[in-house]
Each structure stands twice: as C-alpha cells, then as structure tokens.
C-alpha cells in the first residue's frame, strides 16, 4: 500500500470514527435523566435534613452521574408539607418527608411512618420487607400516583416540649401542642389540642405562645432547634412515633420509566440510608440529651402509667376509625397489627429480655 491510499483509507477510518463519537455523545446524554427531590426538612439540619441530603448525593454517585439529583429543602421551592403534591402532579420527582403528613388524604398513610403505640424500627423493617407492608404500600401509593420507599428512621422518639409539668391527664386538657399524624388525634381525645406545623416553624410559635408544647424526634434533632429556651419540661417515652420510618416517595411515571438496573440502584441507596440514620441517631441522641440537661437545665420527665394508660384508651378509638375509612385501610390495619403481635413477641424474649438482663447485671 502506498503512502497516498494509506493516508486515504485511514482519513475515512478517522472520520468514521470521529462521526460515530459525535452521534454517541449526545445519545449518553439523553439517557441522563434528573431527578428533583423536594423536602419537608430544613437544609444542612442535623439528623433529618442531613440524611435528605446524603441520599440525593449518594444517588447521584451511586449511578454515576446517569441519575442526577437536584435537592430542595423545606421552602426552597414548596412547603415542607406541599412535597406530596408536588411529587404526585409530576412537578418534581420525589420527596423525602414523613408519609404520616398525608393522613388527611388517607389514613393508610400513617402506618408507614408511625402511628401510636405502633411498631419500633426493627418490627417496621420486618413488616415492610417480609411480612406484606411494602405491598401495601405499594397499592396505597397506586392511587396518588406514587412509589414510595423507606429511607431513615427516628427509633422511638421522645414524649414532647412541655412549658408546665403534666403529671395528671387533666394537665393535657386544653394544652395546644404540635403533634402531626394520628398521634395528634390522639392528643385531641385526651383533651389537648393538637397543631400541625413544618419543623422550620415550630421554635416560633413555641416562643410565642401559640403552641404550648411540641414534640419533634428525639435529643440529637431537638438540640439544634433550641426547644428548651421556651420549654423546660422533657417527657419521655413518645407513644406517638415508637419507631419513625421516612419515606422517599417517587412519582409512579417517573420510577415506570426507570430502567430495572436505576431502581435497584435507588432501592438500595434508600435502604442504606435507612439504616444510616437509625445508626447516627443512636449514636447521637445520649450525647445531645446530657447537654440538654446539663449545659441548658432542661428537666427530664417520664409520663405516668396514668397518662399512658389514657393514651392507649384513646389510640384505640383512633385506630378503629381509621381502619373504618376503606377496605385498603382495614387491610393496612390489619396487616400492621399481626406483625405487632408477632414480632412484638419475640422481641419481647430477644431485644427485650436481653436487655433488662443485661442492665441488671451491669447496672446500666
């Protein structure tokens, strides 16, 4: 071959090559696809937006960039309580928030973030993931539009903010407390009267009066949002969230039109987060609640078996009417309550017989 046919022939290979580079490109950057989270948590807040905010990332990196996240906190482009509807219109393609803020649409939605006297972290994750909650889910999500999926928990949270002591259940009577979800329902039964507030809004009306107490999560996130400059009084243990699951909740085309490799890559960055944020929780919370006490004099209380046995009468009548709105909720009822009953049980011997033994002889 001489010269002048090679320089020829492999003048065409080059730009055969260089054509089929230009057609590729565009093409890998089609099949990107965005992803804008919209979320109930302030930004850069410890526990709740910090996790919001790591599962956007981690998404991003875990497809590498072939899903790319674009992450709005509470505010920034719609309440926190206006994600819902932003995600099932298709405005947005998800949001990280607690799905117990939707229960006016459907009082299903409660039982996968929590409901009173309802399931501790590890009864939800077994419920979920093998004994048909996610299912249920599921079916729930079909009819807004949404695929929702688990990605952090609380644990058991605390009792709440109290500017008084309550040591009789006549102490609730009147008291205006911001407490969402059934849990609120539960309050108004007693005699309180519950408030549904975003949490960037509740050191506000707590300061002003507006709202006597609060309850938010626990020790770690409280700390930050400076509860104890209006409320001095701490009560434990919250039987209105045992075990707070997040959801990250997806519009239903959107996930649809995800290929089967991108849902199991999310699948899997939520349950990470699931469990990171359980873990940072318990890691955090003794820290935060002995610098409550001891750096800003906040009084620990635990409510009376009095109180307690009033709150499970009312959580009673409460969860009787939910399972009376549809048959999904029934169905949701009833799956939650067999594995409460049965995991509860066990738990009972392992976790929980465990650990009184273990802090006996430890003295803990």
Not at 7 to 12: E, F, L, N, R
Not at 151 to 159: A, D, F, R, W
Request: charged share 20%.
């Amino acid at each position: 071959m001489d010269r002048r046919s090679f320089i020829k022939k492999t003048g065409v290979a080059a730009g055969a090559a260089a054509a089929a580079t230009s057609l590729a490109a565009p093409a890998v950057a089609q099949g990107r696809k965005e992803m804008v989270i919209v979320s109930s948590w302030p930004r850069d807040f410890p526990g709740l937006g910090l996790s919001a905010q790591r599962l956007a990332q981690r998404i991003t990196d875990m497809t590498e960039g072939q899903i790319t996240t674009q992450y709005f906190a509470s505010g920034e482009r719609v309440g926190g309580f206006d994600v819902f509807d932003e995600v099932a219109s298709g405005n947005a393609q998800a949001y990280n928030a607690a799905d117990y803020y939707w229960k006016g649409k459907h009082p299903g939605w409660a039982f996968f973030t929590a409901v009173p006297f309802g399931l501790t972290y590890t009864e939800q994750s077994a419920w979920i993931n093998h004994m048909g909650g996610q299912a249920l889910w599921d079916e729930l999500g079909d009819e807004f539009g949404l695929k929702a999926l688990p990605c952090g928990n609380t644990g058991v949270q605390m009792g709440g903010w109290f500017n008084k002591e309550i040591e009789t259940v006549d102490d609730l009577k009147g008291l205006k407390m911001r407490i969402p979800g059934l849990g609120g329902d539960v309050m108004a039964k007693v005699g309180a009267s519950p408030v549904s507030l975003p949490g960037s809004q509740i050191y506000e009306n707590l300061v002003s009066g507006a709202v006597d107490a609060t309850e938010w999560v626990g020790p770690y996130n409280d700390f930050f949002l400076k509860f104890y400059e209006a409320a001095k009084y701490y009560y434990f243990p919250g039987m209105h969230e045992p075990g707070a699951g997040l959801s990250f909740g997806m519009n239903k085309s959107w996930w649809s039109g995800l290929t089967k490799t991108e849902q199991l890559i999310i699948e899997a960055a939520c349950q990470m987060e699931n469990e990171v944020a359980m873990s940072e929780n318990n890691a955090n919370n003794a820290t935060y609640l002995n610098r409550l006490i001891n750096e800003h004099g906040v009084e620990l209380r635990e409510f009376s078996d009095e109180i307690y046995d009033s709150f499970g009468e009312a959580a009673a009548e409460v969860m009787d009417e939910a399972r009376k709105h549809s048959d999904l909720a029934n169905r949701i009822y009833e799956s939650f309550d067999k594995a409460r009953t049965n995991v509860a049980g066990w738990m009972k011997l392992s976790d929980v017989g465990y650990s009184l033994k273990r802090n006996r002889v430890l003295g803990l």
